[in-house]
């Protein structure tokens, strides 16, 4: 990326962050709060000790997959407002196949098959609004949202009449497939749910990266986000960009189960995604659908959402949730705003100097 | 199961998704998806409530849910036509918006983290048949006219003319010299206005607000837009539709006939198919989303 491109995608960040930041400050002063106790707080009890860093981690891990899922989705110009449902059917699809394998499954292909069940599962709900799409037109948007409700209760009627433990709203406990915790070799981060799904989200990351910016798949992906018809005239089969795109997002919001199911529980659980793919959004609007960004982004949004556990003796912890929807809206607003203001402040410069370029060297000189 | 009960039940479980949709459709006619409906509704419920509870009457109750739904459509509103934000994105935003505002508010206020202690609602309490007396709530009566008004408004007046000019062809709209902001700002408001008293109605007919009360109403509202196909009357059709299934899913509960999951699909499975052009093409108003 060169520099322009990296300030206009920086740039809307910086501001957007800015004014969130404002709003958090008046938020926490209208509680009788000073700013400054409340965000040294929200830092020490996450970044401040191992248990809290090992929190952040943990629901960075979801939250990166779910935005990489909206990213890659939004590369091909679609909007995947279903990564709530996909990461469900993919909690759900590893939590099967964790109970189906025979207990002498090596741990490793164990891990590996859950994690192909997962993607499997969140691929399969994804392709209902990426067909749709391709072949009928129909809003992805919409189907996307529709669909999360009709896949939440048909796995609300499967865990709770079909396999679950008396009494619970979960399966029996896994046995094969489980992905160990980071506490299992570094003893500090002891209680909290971090585990090496972790890594699985920083390989799929770079994977992500890999494949949209260095290979021909991503690049048709790509050229069908930003000129569908262009992309068609150069010979890209648009329909089924669209939706194997959609598939290929539905499987990256899906791996994500495997973080709670097989990293933190052991089981799956209704209603485990809690909200975590629609924060998936903003991971990837604040990332700016950039694989190495949408990390950082993970990291941010996953502090602001443990960071309200450490401020909730002194403001409702609700406080980071509204910040959250803040920056948000702020990044929504902002990015369109400063690219404008930022393109028309290079249209004038460009305008002066064809302005100076077309006045004769004389005049100039004299 | 008496016909007469199950009418008049379908019409109260029918009252917020029909207040609710006729916001949905008048944004949608306007040009902006309606994705925010759920949290309008949200913020409608809290202001009632709010407005009950200290105004000691379910009428300031109507006033507060206005003056909360105005807020958030507002804000929506900014982001939307002023700074040409993606819509998508706007919406998911108003509805996780409002579900955090709206608890922070819950525990600032009440100090609770579930529900708002009891308000006044429209009277009816100790009557002889409660599923009657829920019929003196103006509201009710404000829902089962909004959509017919709604589609007198759009096709029988200047304003609904101009709207419908606005939501298909903005360019040409503006060439004929109507303002296209502002008029999205006017359909705006009145859409927000109109989800906010859909919320209004589940709270005061509740005489409390509970976290999260309008339970995905909102979104359940927008399908029935979308599988009405944008028309008032045919929206005002599915939304009795969807209440039918409902309540007769509620008389049911004893029979075990059908899984109540199953029940709770039909809505958004309807409107899936709908989109595919299964039964009659469903065709969004063509500018629907378009920013510029």
Redo the contacts between chains.
């Keep these: 990326m060169d520099r322009a491109a990296l300030l206009e995608n920086v740039l809307p960040i910086v501001v957007a962050l800015g004014i969130a930041a404002v709003v958090g400050d008046l938020l926490i002063l209208s509680f009788g709060e000073a700013p400054a106790t409340e965000y040294r707080l929200l830092v020490e009890g996450t970044w401040g000790n191992a248990y809290g860093i090992g929190q952040v981690l943990y629901k960075a891990t979801t939250l990166t997959f779910a935005g990489l899922a909206f990213a890659m989705a939004g590369r091909a110009g679609l909007f995947n407002v279903g990564a709530e449902s996909q990461l469900a059917m993919g909690g759900f699809a590893a939590g099967i196949m964790g109970l189906l394998l025979p207990a002498g499954v090596p741990a490793v292909i164990g891990m590996l098959l859950c994690l192909i069940a997962a993607a499997f599962g969140g691929a399969a709900v994804a392709a209902v609004p990426g067909v749709l799409r391709a072949r009928f037109g129909a809003s992805e948007v919409i189907v996307t949202i529709m669909l999360n409700f009709v896949v939440l209760a048909l796995l609300n009627w499967l865990v709770s009449a079909k396999i679950h433990v008396t009494e619970t709203l979960h399966t029996p406990p896994i046995n094969t497939g489980r992905v160990p915790r980071l506490a299992d070799m570094f003893d500090a981060f002891h209680g909290s749910a971090a585990n090496w799904t972790l890594l699985i989200a920083i390989a799929v990351a770079l994977s992500s990266w890999w494949w949209l910016f260095r290979t021909r798949g991503g690049y048709e992906l790509r050229a069908v986000g930003l000129q569908p018809d262009a992309a068609e005239y150069g010979g890209v089969n648009v329909k089924r960009v669209l939706w194997t795109s959609m598939c290929l997002s539905g499987a990256l919001a899906g791996m994500g189960g495997v973080n709670f199911v097989l990293g933190y529980k052991g089981y799956y659980e209704e209603g485990f995604a809690g909200g975590a793919g629609f924060l998936g959004i903003a991971v990837a609007l604040v990332g700016r659908n950039h694989p190495l960004g949408i990390l950082l982004a993970a990291l941010l949004f996953a502090t602001l959402s443990q960071g309200g556990l450490a401020v909730n003796a002194l403001v409702p912890k609700q406080l980071t949730d509204i910040l959250t929807a803040v920056v948000i809206l702020a990044v929504a607003t902002a990015v369109p705003e400063v690219q404008r203001q930022m393109r028309a402040a290079a249209a004038s410069a460009l305008a002066a100097l064809n302005r100076s370029a077309a006045t004769p060297s004389a005049e100039r000189d004299a | 199961m008496n016909a007469i009960a199950f009418l008049l039940q379908t019409i109260r479980i029918s009252i917020p998704y029909l207040l609710a949709a006729a916001g949905g459709v008048m944004s949608e006619r306007v040009g902006v998806?309606a994705?925010g409906l759920e949290g309008l509704m949200l913020s409608g419920a809290f202001g009632a409530a709010m407005g009950s509870y200290y105004g000691g009457s379910a009428w300031m109750g109507l006033l507060g849910a206005l003056v909360a739904g105005l807020v958030m459509t507002s804000?929506l509103a900014?982001?939307t036509l002023r700074?040409?934000?993606?819509q998508?994105?706007?919406g998911?935003?108003?509805?996780?918006?409002v579900?955090?505002?709206t608890?922070?508010f819950l525990?600032?206020v009440f100090d609770s983290a579930s529900n708002s202690p009891r308000v006044p609602g429209f009277g009816g309490e100790g009557a002889a048949n409660a599923m009657l007396a829920s019929f003196a709530n103006p509201v009710v009566w404000i829902g089962l006219f909004a959509l017919p008004g709604l589609g007198w408004l759009l096709y029988q007046t200047p304003f609904g003319l101009r709207a419908r000019a606005v939501g298909e062809k903005p360019e040409a709209a503006t060439t004929l010299g109507i303002a296209v902001g502002p008029l999205r700002l006017k359909g705006l408001l009145l859409s927000g206005a109109l989800a906010s008293l859909g919320g209004a109605y589940l709270a005061l007919d509740q005489h409390q607000f509970t976290d999260g009360m309008t339970a995905?109403r909102g979104?359940i509202a927008?399908?029935a837009v979308?599988f009405g196909r944008w028309e008032p009357m045919r929206v005002a059709v599915a939304c009795l539709l969807f209440a039918g299934a409902e309540t007769l899913q509620i008389q049911l509960q004893g029979a075990q006939l059908v899984?109540s999951?199953?029940v709770?699909?039909i809505p958004?499975?309807l409107?899936?198919i709908a989109?595919?052009?299964v039964v009659g093409r469903s065709v969004?108003p063509a500018a629907l989303g378009k920013?510029e």
């Design positions: 998806i994705l804000v900014v982001a700074f040409k934000a993606n998508v994105v706007v998911v935003a108003i509805n996780l918006l579900v955090a505002v608890r922070f525990r600032l995905g979104f927008l399908a979308i899984p999951q199953f709770e699909m958004y499975v409107t899936i989109l595919a052009g969004a920013t």
